[in-house]
């Protein structure tokens, strides 16, 4: 009895430990093939794709553009928050150019690049002024009405007041080192005046860059270059407000081949795929496709084959990617009105 039991003991524990390893050996090849399915329908490359998009604040081409240095000379700058009004007037001198040259080199710089030809040939004007009689208001209508005369002007962009302040700090990090920080602010009035000498919007602006150095890493700049670079910035990034300009997108796509043929992009053999048999290279087709069509600045048609992928397919990634297509849509009308294409 107790051989017998043993024996069938040892048969049960042989079946079981069988089974277990059958089990645990396939387990990872059927996990292995659910990651190479999902993978299979999950976009894993990338285009890169070169995208225009509208200026916050709309002008069109329509006439002469000015570009008004209308701020206030540095001997009229009292404001404690204002790191200029407590500077001895040779340092004020020095700050001012460096200002001014760096913030309307950084507004050109993106100008120039404009699509919108007004824009691209704007020109530098200037009139600035001690009398803080009126401080901060809008120019005087009368008097912006005849600048645009005298310069066949349609629009005036008008600088009217900046600022900046600095704090360098030093402190210990982690008991690893000291760590030396500089911060510089900035402030700045922009206004864009219509022919009749009116204000159409006013900008204001302020932001601040923040640089960081301990013993391993380079040293902070001198604050005449940080102060460079900060209002170069500011004025790049308020041409691109007044401007349509160009940005980068990455869009995801399927690699598809037809006899060792990258066909990815290839718009008849892709158009033959979307009605095979097979659904998944099918799906795939139609993404494609889709992708294909916003390169080509076709968004509607874009929108239509990833309906058509949808219909072979329900996928998140068709959702995430008609959402973007669908926000560049609602931005067109207003894209198209400032490039005069309406």
Same mark, same amino acid.
């Given at each position: @009895?107790?051989? &017998? &039991?043993? /024996?069938?003991?040892?048969?049960?524990?042989?079946? +079981?430990?069988?089974?277990?390893i059958v089990f645990f050996m396939s387990r990872p090849f059927v996990i292995f093939l659910l990651l190479i399915t999902a993978a299979s329908c999950t976009p894993a490359n990338?285009? =890169?794709?070169?995208?225009? *998009?509208?200026?916050?604040?709309?002008?069109?081409?329509?006439?002469?553009?000015?570009?008004?240095?209308?701020?206030?000379?540095?001997?009229?700058?009292?404001?404690?928050?204002n790191l200029m009004s407590r500077m001895r007037d040779s340092e004020k001198l020095i700050f001012d150019t460096l200002i001014m040259a760096n913030l309307f080199n950084g507004?050109?710089?993106?100008?120039?690049?404009?699509?919108?030809?007004?824009?691209?040939?704007?020109?530098?004007?200037?009139?600035?002024?001690?009398?803080?009689?009126?401080?901060?208001?809008?120019?005087?209508?009368?008097? +912006?009405?005849?600048?645009?005369?005298?310069?066949?002007?349609?629009?005036? %962009?008008? @600088?009217?007041?900046?600022?900046?302040?600095? =704090?360098?700090?030093?402190? @210990?990090?982690?008991?690893?080192?000291?760590?030396? *920080?500089?911060?510089?602010?900035?402030?700045l009035v922009w206004r864009i005046y219509g022919r009749d000498g009116n204000v159409l919007t006013e900008v204001n602006d302020s932001s601040t860059l923040y640089w960081q150095?301990?013993? !391993?890493?380079?040293? *902070?700049?001198?604050?005449?270059?940080?102060?460079?670079? +900060?209002?170069?910035?500011?004025?790049?990034?308020?041409?691109?407000?007044?401007?349509?300009?160009?940005?980068?997108?990455?869009?995801?796509?399927?690699? @598809?081949?037809?006899?060792?043929?990258?066909?990815?992009?290839?718009?008849?053999?892709?158009?033959?795929?979307?009605?095979?048999?097979?659904?998944?290279?099918?799906? /795939?087709?139609?993404?494609?496709?889709? %992708?294909?069509?916003?390169?080509?600045?076709?968004?509607?048609?874009?929108?239509?084959?990833?309906? =058509?992928?949808?219909?072979?397919?329900?996928?998140? !990634?068709?959702?995430?990617?008609?959402? /973007?297509?669908? /926000?560049?849509?609602? +931005?067109?009308?207003?894209?198209?009105?400032?490039?005069?294409? *309406?």
């Amino acid at each position: @009895m107790i051989r &017998f &039991f043993a /024996k069938e003991n040892y048969l049960f524990i042989n079946f +079981v430990a069988k089974n277990l390893i059958v089990f645990f050996m396939s387990r990872p090849f059927v996990i292995f093939l659910l990651l190479i399915t999902a993978a299979s329908c999950t976009p894993a490359n990338y285009l =890169k794709l070169d995208i225009l *998009n509208p200026a916050e604040y709309t002008i069109t081409d329509s006439g002469n553009i000015l570009v008004l240095n209308a701020s206030y000379l540095p001997s009229a700058m009292h404001e404690k928050s204002n790191l200029m009004s407590r500077m001895r007037d040779s340092e004020k001198l020095i700050f001012d150019t460096l200002i001014m040259a760096n913030l309307f080199n950084g507004l050109f710089s993106a100008l120039s690049e404009s699509p919108v030809e007004s824009l691209q040939n704007a020109e530098y004007y200037e009139s600035r002024t001690r009398d803080t009689t009126n401080f901060l208001f809008p120019l005087a209508p009368e008097e +912006v009405a005849r600048i645009c005369r005298d310069n066949s002007a349609g629009y005036v %962009v008008s @600088m009217e007041y900046y600022s900046f302040s600095s =704090k360098s700090t030093r402190e @210990m990090l982690n008991y690893s080192g000291w760590v030396n *920080n500089l911060d510089v602010s900035y402030k700045l009035v922009w206004r864009i005046y219509g022919r009749d000498g009116n204000v159409l919007t006013e900008v204001n602006d302020s932001s601040t860059l923040y640089w960081q150095a301990d013993s !391993y890493t380079e040293p *902070n700049p001198e604050l005449t270059d940080a102060v460079r670079e +900060v209002f170069f910035l500011a004025g790049e990034k308020f041409g691109k407000k007044i401007s349509p300009f160009w940005s980068v997108l990455s869009r995801s796509y399927f690699q @598809m081949y037809s006899f060792g043929e990258d066909i990815s992009f290839d718009r008849e053999p892709l158009e033959l795929l979307t009605t095979g048999k097979k659904r998944i290279t099918a799906f /795939k087709a139609c993404y494609n496709l889709a %992708v294909l069509s916003e390169s080509e600045d076709k968004l509607e048609e874009a929108l239509n084959w990833l309906e =058509k992928a949808e219909a072979i397919k329900e996928s998140e !990634y068709v959702d995430i990617y008609r959402n /973007k297509l669908r /926000k560049r849509l609602e +931005v067109r009308e207003k894209l198209d009105y400032q490039l005069g294409s *309406n």
